[in-house]
C-alpha cells in the first residue's frame, strides 16, 4: 500500500503525514511529494526517513492512492496524470468540487456513494465540512428550508504566511502580508477573492458544496465568511429554518448519537464550543443550541472544528481508509 502525499511540506499536508501515522493507516510505503525546492530533503514517518520527490517520481511510483493538498491548479494538473496510471486521488482543493463528474465526501455522510471507478475524489470546503456534519442528521428528521451562516475562520485556513502574518503583529514586527490589512486585533469580512455577486469563493462554497453532498437543492444558504485572529480552529454561527418542526431535546440528542460530533451546550456552566479547545481534535464541536424564537421551525447553532484536521487531512484520511476498508482500489 503506497501512498503519495502531494504538499507533503505545507500546513495541511504536514498534518495529513502526522494523521496517517497516528491512525496507524496500513501503508507500506510513504511517498511525499513537494515543490522543486524541497526534493531532496526528507521528512520522518514511523522511524523512517522518506526523501520528499517530484510529481513525475511519484507518478511513476505508482502509488494506491495520493492525497493532494497543493492548490487548485495543482490538482488540475496534476490529479489526471496520477489517475491515468490507477492512481486514487483524494483531493483537497476547490479544483474538483463542482465537478458534476466528480464526488463530493464526507465520510460519516456519503461515503456509500463511492465505487472503485472514482479516480479523482474531491474533499470539501473545511467551513462546509463542519457545517454540513452537524446539519446533515437535522435535515433527515426535519427538511431545511433556508440556513444563513456567519463564519469565524482561523488565519490558518490562508496558510502559513497568515500565521507568520498574526505572529508578527502580535509581536509588533514587521513582515510579509497574507492580507491586505493587519488581522491582529482586527477581523476581516474577506476570506477568499470576491465573484461578480459580492459574495468571495468561500462564501459561495458554503452555499453550494452543502447541496452537492447531501444530493439535495431544495434548501438554499447565504453566508458570511470572516477572518478572526485565531491560529487554529473555524467557529460558525448557524441559523436553519426546517420545514417541520422539532423539539430541541431531540435535536441534541440527534447530534449526541451522530458519529464525529461532540455536543457542548450548557449555558450554567458556561459550557460551549471554542477552537482553543478543538484544537487537535478530529471532531466537530456543537452548542448554543437554541430555537430562533423570531420564526417557527428555526434553529440556531454555534458549530466549532480544527479546520486542518476534520476540516481538512482527518476527512481526506478518512476517505482513505473507506476506500481501503471496502476494497475500493
Not at 492525497?67 to 491548479?73: E, K, T, Y
Not at 496534476?78 to 483531493?91: H, L, N, Q, R, S
Not at 452537524?134 to 427538511?143: E, F, S
Not at 477568499?192 to 468561500?202: H, M, R
Amino acid at each position: 500500500m503506497k501512498i503519495a502525499v502531494v504538499g507533503a511540506t505545507g500546513m495541511v499536508g504536514t498534518v495529513m503525514t502526522k494523521l496517517l501515522e497516528e491512525r496507524n493507516f496500513p501503508l507500506t510505503e510513504l511517498i511525499p511529494v513537494a515543490s522543486e525546492r524541497s526534493v531532496g530533503k526528507t521528512i520522518g514517518f514511523k522511524e523512517t526517513e522518506y526523501t520528499i520527490v517530484t510529481m513525475e517520481h511519484a507518478i511513476a511510483m505508482q502509488p494506491d492512492i495520493a492525497i493532494f493538498s497543493a492548490g487548485g491548479d495543482t490538482s488540475l494538473q496534476w490529479a489526471p496524470k496520477f489517475a491515468e496510471v490507477g492512481t486514487t486521488v483524494i483531493d483537497n482543493s476547490s479544483a474538483w468540487r463542482m465537478d458534476p463528474t466528480k464526488k463530493l465526501i464526507v465520510p460519516e455522510i456519503n461515503a456509500s456513494k463511492l465505487t472503485s471507478e472514482d479516480k479523482i475524489i474531491a474533499n470539501p470546503n473545511c467551513s462546509t465540512i463542519q457545517m454540513v456534519m452537524a446539519l446533515a442528521p437535522l435535515h433527515k428528521a426535519y427538511k431545511m428550508k433556508r440556513v444563513i451562516v456567519s463564519t469565524y475562520q482561523s488565519v490558518s485556513g490562508t496558510g502559513v504566511k497568515a500565521v507568520q502574518q498574526l505572529e508578527n503583529e502580535a509581536q509588533g514586527v514587521g513582515g510579509e502580508m497574507a492580507y491586505p490589512y493587519q488581522i491582529y486585533k482586527n477581523a476581516l469580512p474577506h476570506c477568499d477573492v470576491f465573484e461578480a455577486n459580492g459574495y468571495t469563493k468561500e462564501e459561495m462554497k458554503l452555499a453550494r458544496e452543502p447541496q452537492k453532498i447531501l444530493d439535495d437543492r431544495t434548501f438554499s444558504i447565504s453566508a458570511t465568511a470572516v477572518r478572526i485572529p485565531t491560529a487554529g480552529g473555524h467557529s460558525e454561527s448557524v441559523n436553519v429554518e426546517f420545514h417541520d418542526d422539532f423539539t430541541l431535546a431531540d435535536v441534541r440528542r440527534m447530534l449526541h448519537e451522530t458519529p464525529g460530533i461532540v455536543v457542548q451546550d450548557n449555558p450554567d456552566t458556561n459550557t460551549y464550543p471554542m477552537p482553543i479547545y478543538a484544537h487537535g481534535k478530529d471532531d466537530v464541536f456543537v452548542g448554543r443550541i437554541r430555537r430562533d424564537e423570531t420564526q417557527p421551525n428555526t434553529l440556531q447553532l454555534w458549530i466549532v472544528s480544527d479546520n486542518l484536521r476534520k476540516g481538512a487531512a482527518t476527512n481526506a484520511i478518512q476517505i482513505a481508509e473507506y476506500l481501503v476498508e471496502n476494497a475500493l482500489l
